[in-house]
């Protein structure tokens, strides 16, 4: 069964722009999916869809065969959204007060936010941070706050939004390698990303937004001789061994 | 209290950097040519956050500075934290802002929102409401004269406050439509959020 | 960022550090008011003496003390200043300075001293207190008073402490990309707050908006949650010790 699955799917700005227009597209349980394109193609509107933080102007969401609508608060949980700008989504005076932040909501009781929090700083290798405030951390380890707060909440699916913008090269080697464990150990990655040097081996499929559309949609193999076409940079070399991790 | 709608949490989080904004306004300050005092920013962001958020969100904001700063907080105009500077002398302003708050969003947010309402609730609230607190303030804390409050609390801040109705109302023409939600959210209700 | 030092806490493990937050609250409530009302030079000595011997009991190092005084300054030179010329003349006095008197002088010490003492209390309650667990206190009386929604005002407390640090380096920035570009050339003084305030609230609106949305995606909800905090007899005691010097002023 398609864990989560769009119809299609619209989405139109107040002022008529239009986000994402007809989307179709299902996703297979354990899948990892590269999302790409340009600027202002519609990948984070898209996703913000999945998480059901937007109103279609046409369209729904389907997770696991039923609408978001039904259930919020279980779609929510239940796919994680890693935001674009770490920073926006870190709420805590704490690392570990702002991991209890999503288990607090779901009324779980203290014991078990506790064990979740402790599990998911452990999963992130931040439990020694775990009394700072999130305002010192670096650029890699704040993402990394920024995952476990969704890890927290034991999601299926996991959306990272650019996870690699603005990290330098040991940051974007520590978060790369963290969304591989994720992926490891059975959760559905989502990664949108035009970085597609850094992590393209890993990934079973690709899907290229361009204004508003999917225009591509296959294995990368496949999809990466027409990239070009969408404004994005062909990577030079072998794509199945394509990674920034060695 | 149980169930709030989203836009309700996204009120909460602008209330919330008014907040910040406010606190943030007393630590950046400005020279003005001709003027002995510098001007911090706090009432200037009071005045915008009751234009921007509304009477009930802007006294919200308003009203969250104080009690922070009230819990011990260093929170007030430079640094300066907890109930020395409410009962000091000039506590009053801090009361002052609270009010103005609440009557530029209550005059400002009645009705159709128009340039000359805004400028006339600006005014009334920045330079009028603020500063009767503040001289009041004065004269119950060091017992001075009415004369002698309006020459050390109010004289010197005129020009500044001035300057700064302008530039409030000025800005939350261009800041009001920022306000308006980007995307259609989840929300119940979606209209006019920024004067309920 | 370290212009800006909202947070006073001082990590530790001292007698005041241990004291529950909540009863460390009240207490700070009580000696502040008793501060407000008394008026004897032995009262301010007595607990000047007092408080700094919580000071010390609390290992926070004497040049914060100073540091936290010298915000001040100003404020209490004022006061003593204009309290010192604001009495009238006592008949008979002669005092070479017009308008000064000694009664005002004095008058005007004891009321900066009021405010040093003020001070004390708030930097031994804040230096000692993490925001988080202040919050919790906060909360928690708050969830007594019927009608207040005291979970959504504990976050809106923990959200301007996680705004405030990022307003403030976008500020920075933005205020040096302007100096490298010479705004101080400007005369206009209008022109220039909004050359500053407008960049930093259009970003600061757009981060506000993401935040909501970040929240909303991590089931954001209103309910307020009884957090584990305990009082034990330690904490008792020192709201009693609270209450006895509170009380001793009171009454003698």
Redesign the interface.
């Known amino acids: 069964m398609n864990i989560l699955e769009t119809q299609n799917l619209t989405?139109i700005?107040?002022d008529d722009t239009i986000?994402i227009h007809d989307i179709n597209l299902r996703f297979q349980a354990g899948e990892f999916t590269i999302l790409s394109g340009t600027n202002g193609s519609g990948k984070t509107?898209l996703v913000?869809h999945f998480?059901?933080?937007?109103?279609p102007?046409g369209g729904r969401v389907l997770f696991e065969g039923k609408p978001i609508t039904a259930n919020?608060?279980y779609t929510?949980?239940s796919i994680g959204?890693v935001?674009q700008?770490s920073?926006?989504?870190?709420?805590?005076?704490?690392v570990a007060?702002d991991v209890a932040?999503?288990p607090?909501?779901?009324?779980l009781s203290?014991t078990e936010v506790k064990r979740r929090v402790q599990k998911a700083l452990t999963a992130v290798d931040l439990s020694h941070l775990a009394n700072q405030?999130?305002?010192v951390l670096s650029g890699g380890q704040k993402r990394k706050l920024a995952i476990a707060?969704?890890l927290a909440?034991e999601p299926k699916i996991i959306i990272f939004d650019e996870p690699f913008t603005g990290l330098d090269y040991p940051g974007v080697r520590q978060v790369l390698q963290q969304i591989l464990e994720l992926h490891h150990n059975n959760h559905t990655i989502i990664l949108i990303t035009h970085e597609l040097e850094k992590v393209l081996g890993h990934a079973h499929r690709i899907i290229v937004m361009d204004r508003g559309k999917v225009v591509m949609d296959g294995s990368p193999g496949k999809v990466i001789a027409g990239i070009e076409n969408y404004g994005l940079k062909k990577p030079h070399g072998n794509v199945e061994t394509m990674t920034w991790l060695q | 209290m149980a169930k709030t709608s989203p836009l309700n949490l996204r009120m909460t989080v602008y209330s919330s950097l008014f907040t910040a904004l406010i606190i943030i306004g007393g630590y950046l300050s400005f020279p003005i040519p001709m003027n002995p005092v510098p001007v911090v920013l706090s009432d200037f962001f009071v005045l915008l956050a009751g234009l921007l958020l509304g009477a009930s969100w802007g006294f919200t904001s308003v009203a969250m500075f104080i009690f922070l700063g009230a819990l011990g907080l260093p929170v007030f105009a430079g640094g300066k934290a907890g109930l020395a500077v409410i009962v000091g002398p000039t506590g009053g302003f801090l009361f002052g802002f609270l009010a103005a708050a609440a009557v530029i969003g209550w005059i400002a947010g009645k009705g159709k929102i128009s340039v000359l309402k805004d400028l006339v609730a600006s005014f009334i609230a920045g330079v009028i409401v603020i500063y009767s607190f503040g001289v009041i303030g004065i004269m119950l804390v060091l017992k001075t004269t009415l004369l002698k409050a309006l020459a050390i609390g109010v004289l010197p801040f005129l020009p500044g406050a001035v300057i700064k109705v302008i530039a409030a109302v000025i800005l939350a023409q261009v800041l009001r439509p920022l306000l308006q939600p980007q995307f259609k959210s989840n929300a119940n209700s979606n209209d006019s959020n920024d004067n309920q | 960022m370290a212009a800006i030092n909202i947070f006073h806490y001082l990590p530790g493990n001292s007698v005041i550090h241990r004291i529950d937050t909540r009863i460390k609250l009240v207490c700070m409530i009580m000696l502040s008011i008793t501060t407000s009302l008394m008026g004897r030079v032995w009262d301010y000595l007595f607990l000047t003496i007092i408080l700094l011997l919580f000071f010390w009991l609390s290992g926070m190092p004497v040049p914060r003390l100073l540091k936290e005084l010298k915000y001040f300054h100003l404020l209490i030179l004022m006061i003593i200043g204009i309290q010192a010329f604001s009495l009238p003349p006592a008949p008979g006095a002669f005092i070479p300075i017009p308008g000064f008197t000694l009664a005002g002088l004095k008058s005007g010490l004891l009321l900066g001293w009021r405010l040093v003492v003020i001070v004390i209390i708030c930097l031994l309650f804040t230096g000692t207190t993490q925001i988080s667990s202040l919050r919790r206190a906060v909360e928690w009386f708050l969830h007594f008073i019927p009608g207040l929604p005291a979970a959504r005002i504990g976050t809106m407390f923990s959200l301007t402490f996680v705004i405030i640090p990022l307003i403030f380096d976008r500020a920075a920035e933005i205020s040096d990309a302007q100096k490298a570009r010479c705004v101080s050339g400007r005369k206009n003084p209008w022109q220039r707050i909004s050359f500053m305030v407008f960049p930093l609230l259009r970003r600061t609106f757009e981060q506000a908006d993401e935040m909501a949305m970040a929240m909303e995606s991590r089931c954001y909800s209103e309910v307020y949650r009884k957090t584990a905090m305990k009082t034990s007899g330690y904490d008792w005691m020192a709201l009693g010790f609270t209450a006895l010097v509170c009380g001793f002023l009171f009454l003698l």
């Open positions: 989405h700005f107040p986000g509107v913000k998480n059901g933080l937007l109103t102007s919020l608060k929510r949980s959204l935001f700008d920073n926006n989504q870190i709420v805590g005076q704490t007060e932040f999503g607090e909501n779901l009324g203290p405030r999130p305002y707060g969704v909440m």
